[in-house]
């Protein structure tokens, strides 16, 4: 299995490798993206690895070429940075099939522990593990800023309801210290092809989230609806 990382410098392709070689996946660094784009075929990676900070435009083009031969399960697309990207980006990445994005804090160790999370997730990668789990087919990614340290939260919605949800955190650690009655505003939720705006407000948490949810304003409250199959809102004359 290989593992290709685009990203400008070597430092971090160089701390990854052993990680990364300890779980049998060899490591592929490009510095140019344009190049890895090229050698796509030819390296075949199961699982990209992407600094968005770098190159803030190729990977876009990297994934859409991926996202049309390849599935999220079959091709694990991953954005990270040492910044975190502005929501527009997230929504971006959401509707374009990233699996997962992380900010890095320098920490090597810590980056590929959050990568073998989502790959377990998948069902990609056969490192022991008590109890791997995959995410459901039928689950919708959602995203959101956490309401107090700001960072983006990634996740999916498990069951979704018209007024109701529940959400599985992708880092668990990163949900922990949200309480029944906080609200988590401007989330998007992918359905489909679509980006719907939503807010939520924390119902209860023990480790999953159960959300009340609401769309941010008419227009995403009648796409989700129509995405759902609920009846669509009118506006009061």
């Known amino acids: 299995m290989i593992l290709m990382l685009v990203k400008e410098d070597a430092v971090l392709a160089r701390e990854l490798a052993p990680i990364f070689n300890s779980w049998g996946i060899d490591l592929v660094h490009y510095r140019q993206p344009l190049k890895a784009l090229d050698n796509l075929a030819e390296t075949n990676p199961t699982i990209v690895l992407y600094d968005w900070v770098d190159f803030p435009r190729h990977w876009k083009i ?13 091709k694990i697309f991953l954005l990270f940075g040492t910044a975190q990207p502005p929501l527009e980006e997230a929504n971006k990445a959401l509707y374009l099939g990233v699996n997962g994005l992380f900010y890095h804090d320098g920490d090597a160790q810590k980056l590929a522990i959050k990568i073998r999370e989502v790959f377990l997730r998948y069902g990609s990668l056969n490192i022991p593990e008590n109890s791997p789990s995959g995410t459901p087919p039928s689950a919708f990614p959602f995203v959101f800023r956490h309401p107090r340290r700001k960072h983006l939260v990634t996740g999916s919605l498990l069951i979704l309801e018209e007024n109701l949800a529940t959400l599985k955190p992708d880092f668990g650690h990163e949900t922990a210290d949200l309480a029944a009655g906080e609200d988590l505003l401007q989330g998007s939720l992918r359905l489909k092809k679509a980006i719907v705006s939503l807010d939520a407000t924390v119902l209860q948490n023990n480790g999953q989230l159960r959300l009340e949810i609401r769309p941010s304003n008419l227009e995403d409250a009648n796409l989700f609806r129509k995405m759902l199959g609920f009846k669509t809102l009118e506006v009061n004359s």
């Open 62 to 74: 990297m994934i859409k070429y991926i996202r049309e031969e390849f599935p999220k399960d079959e």
